[in-house]
């Protein structure tokens, strides 16, 4: 069997790296950061006022906006005053240009910044992060962004508002689908690949846009899963689950920060000084600029922390955000702030001067225009190559959630195949969220399941199609139908999910199980006895109990992106051997939400499930999720052996060596994730059942075997103790190397001693 391998995803990034720097090399931009400094300081000495508050100002075009416009002005006007610092929602070298030449007709011709939501692919649309995330493989995860950024920068883009690296252990927040999962340590090492790969070799190259991390912080924990809701969280946990991912995006270099619309513990995260200048720019000593979230300045009124734009104002500046996306709280108030004494002008010139650095690192000041060469822009965007990209990254999301009787991968000489469902032919929904707006085009270029079916299979096999229902209703006219295509078949393929609009921002739902009639559907078409593999595609962790245990094959596609059709059908048949894992757990029933796997044992542990009596269980439902994070099968199987620890103790001065051999005992070439978790038994704050700390995904061919090793120092076994300090305390360690967070293959114990 083909499969296409690791090797060549390096290749890919590698010919996309190549190209970029041969065809378009030019002088990069100054670099020196102390001559940056100067020419910063030299060019605030000559600003008005009013001039520096245009520099903390953004807004957006009025076109594709993903908040409400709070601009009734001419924008091209206000930037020849030198009254904006940033555009966004404005792509295309042609329309950049425009803005551009405006900024270039003010006084101080100071450029403007370009930012927009490339979250996953510019033109060429990759899987949703989610998605890219239960590959477990950083380097698909950093040539999707790689991808994205060379085409966004080649069509005059500086700026992506991503990662977003907020953690989210709530399925019916829409926005899950946008981030990597439940788990920090996981969450962590996705933030570092998706930063680099944006910011490349660093910005100021033609091929690479600032990344924002962003939303600084705790979003993800919105109370009950709505989006833009109060969150209210221990330190402990901030500390421990939330703020990792922030931590590890900015030693990437993350350039940006996106702060948030939520309130963490009653203080809006834009208003908040703990976030952004005691822990961001205080502790964390970053050097960049925060952005706030669209309009998330002024909503500080309704949130009942200020009485107006002024105090909104004033309080944002001096909890440490420089730039005002789309509020317009600064422009129309901080010189008058300063001039009153209400804001400190040194807090102006200080978030001013992060702005223009941005702008001097970019090469914005030497030309303008570097990033809008139309040429550029046309042999770059949309080219074969992010599209092989795209399909590259695409099949390795996917996650084999069961294959009883191994039915799949299907064999290509197939007679026939009904294909059925409400997305077995869409296109547009399997760019899902945050895929920017092409027109027309997004109905015509992702390619559907049934295009990629076709595309793959010759023409001896028949494909039949019935939509059967909906997506989201309630009419089962099209059921006879379904089972009638489903009855004339040698195998049924069924595409159910959501529809792309139902999760993402403002997406949030109640009921998160298979929407519509869709799971009655499954039941119609099992009923005929035909073998069937069911293909669910959407934006979150669903519900589909009856599906999981009575279908024998299951696939969880997410939203693949422009490529989806052809990456599944890569999958189907084999050319591809399906190497995905869950980063997030999928529950049983929304009552169980939050349910993750470093869960606390708490003083009545559930021991054994026949006895729940005064246990900390429901009386109606398992405690575990339907399927485990770090859940995911293979074509092939793999055996762990011969576990060795390189001592029965450490001190926190030393590294523990672990090694064991994986070998693949199936028959077909593929890949697993090795996931090591630890569990301290006893310290001052009791410690999670599992923590994953270290994982690695490895390839074998039939019959291959390999010596894994892990090392483990003191960093992973330390936690914050009562006073939140970052420490270890000696004592015993369970080891626990597997397959998922719920199959543990190779246990062991050790002590960490003074
Ligand atoms: C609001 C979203 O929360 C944020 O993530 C996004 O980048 C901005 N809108 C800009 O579209």
Redesign the pocket.
Known sequence: MPFINRHKTSCALLILTLFCTITFAQPSPLKSSSKIKTKVRQLLAKMTLEEKAGQLNQYASYKNA??PISNTGNIVDEIKQGRVGSI??VNGTVDIRIYQQAAMQSRLKIPLLFGE?VIHGYRVTFPIPLAEASSWDMEAIKLSARTAATEAAAAGINWT?AP?VDISRDPRWGRVMEGAGEDPYLGSQIAAARVKGFQGNGIGNLDAVMACA??FAAYGAAIAGRDYNAVDMSERTLWEVYLPPFKAALDAGAATF?NS?NELNGIPATGNRYLQREILKGKWGFKGFVVS??GSITEMINHGFVTDKKEAATAAMTAGCDMD?EGRSYIENLPRLVKSGKVSARLIDDAVGRILTKKFELGLFDDPFRFCDEKREKLIVNSPQSKQNSRNVARRSIVLLKNEKEILPLSKDVKSIAVIGPLAKAKKDMNGFWALPWGKTDETEPVSLFEGLRNKLGAHTELKYAKGCGVNELSKAGFDEAVNVAKDADVVIMAIGESYDMSG?AKSRSNIHLPGVQEDLVKAIQATGKPLVVLIMGGRPLIFNWTADHVPAILYTWWLGTEAGDAMADVLFGDYNPSGKLPISFPRAEGQIPVFYSYKNTGRPLVNVNDINYKSAYLDLPNTPKFAFGYGLSYTSFSYSALKLSSATITKHQTLHVTFTLTNTGKYTGEEVVQLYLRDRVASVTRPVKELKDFKKIKLLPSESKIITFEIDANKLSFYNQQMHWTTEPGRFDLMIGSASDDIRLKSVFDLVR
Do not use: S
Request: charged letters at 35%; glycine letters at 6%; aromatic letters at 20%.
């Open positions: 993903t908040g966004i929602k939501d508002f977003m962003k939303h996106m619309f979230d669209w996306m921002e």
